[in-house]
């Protein structure tokens, strides 16, 4: 607040390297939104009290109060002043109100780019530290409750923020809920140990420890104050997708609760949702009435001996009376369960002493289960230390009756050792044994796991891009859809495909690539390079190892679940999940990156170098790796690359690898390769949806380097394809390129540069409805030259690529001249049977023509050889145009007139409007025409208010003759006095033909003599 933020920073912020042309306008309007939504009453196009300009930039002026984020610095600045006075009970009040201006994420709902991303997660964790230290200064003053509400925010929004967890389970537990407290370690325990694969840190413990040992006290006192305004938590994700697993687990817990014994393990790679699976498990049987007990194993040779057996037989020691337990543990028994001073005992040694504990365990459990069934759950069986897994082999094959156990261990990452692999062969012998592998979530169940982890509803592509970066993995798909959901991305599927790793996936990962060596890590880090799949050969060029050695490599890769072979293929392989390759990545240091790709790069081309299917992937390598690569190398290969996918119809794409091309010959000093690909470029947009603002500067620099070559043809086919962009967007000072290509050609020698110019300045004289000029401008030049035909005075013909539809130009403005049989001749050559594009353009030619000849029928005729030939991804542009043609015709047919205006309206207000397109002010027109066709002459009256309005907001103007004929048959339909209607009739009739728009003068003649 209050220093000045530049729009070119708010561009940034926004949308980072995708901000469209239009960021500006778009940035000017989110600033007028904005202003009324904090100042309702401010008049449209006011600066208002608090958003102000200053230059080009914006500084927001707000007094106190206003800003919650300045009000919850101020009141933390305030806590601090009180605490260096030793006002304790009035720093925690600042504390208190500070914390409660939050309600969540900073910017949460909100859609911001990379950029922003740090700014946001640096306010969130000033609320973090804040908590934090809410939390001592609460429980120091015994008012923990004052600070529970925030903290368990907090908590949810930050659920490996370890001093958050600390606070909350502190608080809790002085507030005399110590089963809450217990649960929130347990929670942050099971997800640090399942999801990172660490322990919970020396705080977390010793907050545990606290909670544990604290004696039962008076509850501290609490306050009156409703928790109505709590702020709620993330939605808990629950269990999806594993309804078949979870009933297996309830057929073992069905077994011990019927006098039976029950013994299932769960296995699967990391992050399958196994601990989630167990946990549900174990909340059916304690709702069925059995004794749970649970323990986890933990990884490090630091933990103790039997260590989840010691968690599981204290509980099972607890629910027993007081005489049963004095008996325990005065035997074998209380060796394991109590700490003793037994330094003078005789030292317990052999394994005929180890058989009478483990004997000694199921007689214990045996009683146990007989006065209440009993589910031990052993979670992360993969890190089991010998003597615990001794005792679970032997507790398994003697499971006394009334007893159920389910254990969980990772199948990769690490893999199951050959002990623990014997005894789990051992367990599977049993009768009672069940085996569940959890697999990858199915795409429906992708969805609702985003559905219940975010509370949004995911749409189609969204689901189906996290389903494919994750591979169906639980946790890695709720950190990517937590991630997504927090930059406001949910709604935006190209944003999840771009959107990074979630820090917990790739600390994951890095745990797992600790342990291999340097030629491992390296080999990974090519394969991640390559991409999600990865072929061998390619693999082992780029690695400079032979097949049989890459082989040998990737053994522990495929060990440590990183990569896998295919079903089908062994020799084919690929990553688990794409977010392992990409946190695979980020681990790779940026030069070591770099030289990475210019080896991949090297490799495809030594294997494939004639391959066009790869020209794509080959400039993408060569682009990453910079200066190591040859520039004319790379710049060749990516003109190639621009070629391809402009082959393939996907321009954006084609766009980026041309820019590409031209940015890096221009840094190289590559005059030649630069106008080569920003002339591929010129070529691309106009097959697309039009030209955007980054197509302008690039096509205005292609023109200066053609000028500086000496190339004066170029230079005008270049500046010519400039204009045609600034008239299909009605840029307001069109004029002024219009003029220069103009004289240039009056002045030039060239006979191409002069078609260029007349063709331009009739161009401009049909924009601003002068036809007869415009007729004779398009008629006047040499039907070879426009043909391409290269005259003995030039050596560059015609660009076809700005030429190829000045046919369909001529034929309009002869049909506006008066002569619309010779139009439709013009452009029949282009309804061909092979070329759909050809086709495309030949209807929207035709199309206009007729609309402006009045003929429905001959539009719908048009639209039946459209429809059959189809266009695809062609020409969308063009599309938009003929929809609303023939919603114009279908009006007019009696096909429910006023439905089909109202859906005209609505695809124009989305194509045409805003920003403004060439023909907007006509198809305001049509849309009258529809409404009158209707019988709604109030729609009519508003649309042609709208038609006149665009034609004097953007001076193109060669729809006034139509319109002033449809105020006209306005006034007609409004049974206006007759002479009113025929005044208005030849006035149309007289401008008309003033213009030369002969056809839509004899229409009004038409009108007059109706009437």
Known sequence: MGHPVSTRELIDLIWADDAPASALNLIQKYIGALRRVLEPAVPARAAGTYLLRRGNAYVFSAGPGTLDLVTFRELLEAADAALARQAREVALDHYVKALGLWCGPAADGLSYGPTAM???????????????????????????ERVIPPLQLAASMAPFHEPVHTGLITALGV?????????????????????????????????????????????????????????????????VGRGE????????????????????VV???????????????????????????????????????????????????????????????????????ESRDDEAAPPVSGGRAQFRLFEQVVTFIGQASAERPTLIVLDDL???????LQLFGHLAGRLPTGTAIIGALRDRAPTPGPDLSRVLAAASRLPSHRRIQLGPLSLTDVAELIRRETGQ???????????????????????????????????????SARAGVPSTVRDVVRDRMAGLDESARDLLRVAALIGRDVDLGLLARAAGVGIADCLEHLEPLRALGLLETGPEDPFSWRFAHDLVRESVMETTARLRAVRLHLRVADALEEGQADDESVIERLAFHLCAAGPLAD????????????????TKLAFAAADRHLESAAQIARTAGLPELELSALSLLAIAPRRQAGFGGTTFDLLERAEHLARQLGREVDAAGLLFARLFGAYTFLEWDRVRLVRRLYE???????????????????????????????????????????????????????????SGEWPGWHAVVTALHGDVETAGTIIDKWNGPDDSYAVATWAYYTTIIATMAGDAGWVMRTIERWMAVGTGLAAIQQEHYIRLNWYWARALTGDDPAGIAAEAEQLLAGTLVDPPRWGVAYHHALSAEMWLAAGMTDEAGTALDRADQALDAYGQRYAEGLVLLLRARLLHARSEPAEVVRAAAEQARDRSNERGSHLFARRAETFLAEL
């Open 118 to 144: 740090p700014i946001f997660a640096a306010l969130d964790d000033e609320f973090y530290a804040a908590c934090a230290a809410a939390a001592d200064l609460a429980v120091s003053l015994r008012r923990p």
């Open 175 to 239: 507030a005399g809920r110590q089963a809450e407290a217990l649960s929130v370690f347990h929670a942050v325990r099971d997800r640090l140990a399942e999801e990172l694969g660490i322990d919970p840190g020396s705080a977390l413990q010793a907050a545990h420890l606290r909670v544990l040992t604290q004696s039962p006290e008076s509850p501290v006192v609490t306050s009156t104050d409703s928790e109505g305004d709590r702020a709620p938590a993330r939605q808990a994700a629950g269990l």
């Open 631 to 646: 520039p004319v190398r790379t710049v060749e290969a990516l003109k190639r690359a621009g070629r391809r996918a402009a």
């Open 744 to 802: 240039q050609g009056e002045a030039s020698c060239d006979p191409v540069v002069r078609v260029y110019g007349r063709q331009a300045w009739g161009l401009h004289q049909w924009d601003i409805g002068n036809i007869g000029e415009a007729y004779r401008c398009f008629t006047a030049n040499n039907p070879a030259l426009l043909e391409g035909v290269v005259s003995s005075h030039s050596e560059t013909p015609i660009r076809r690529d700005v």
């Open 267 to 337: 296995e699967g790679e990391p992050g399958a949702g196994k601990t989630r699976l167990l946990e549900e498990a174990a909340a059916a049987a304690d709702q069925r009435g059995a004794l749970v007990v649970w323990a986890s194993c933990l990884e490090g040779d630091g933990t103790p001996s039997m260590w989840p057996w010691e968690q599981a037989l204290t509980v099972v020691l607890d629910s027993l009376p007081a005489l049963a337990r004095e008996k325990w543990l005065a035997g074998e028994l209380g060796r394991l369960l």
């Open 245 to 264: 697993e979870l009933g297996v687990l309830r057929q073992s817990i069905e077994a011990a609760l019927t006098g039976r014994t029950g013994l299932a």
């Open 382 to 388: 993969q890190w089991i230390d010998t003597a615990s």
């Open 457 to 495: 509803e995911p749409g189609a592509d969204i689901a189906r891009n996290i389903h494919v970066r994750t591979a169906g993995n639980p946790f890695f798909v709720r950190e990517l859809s937590r991630l997504l959901s927090d930059r406001g991305a949910l709604s935006d599927g190209d944003a």
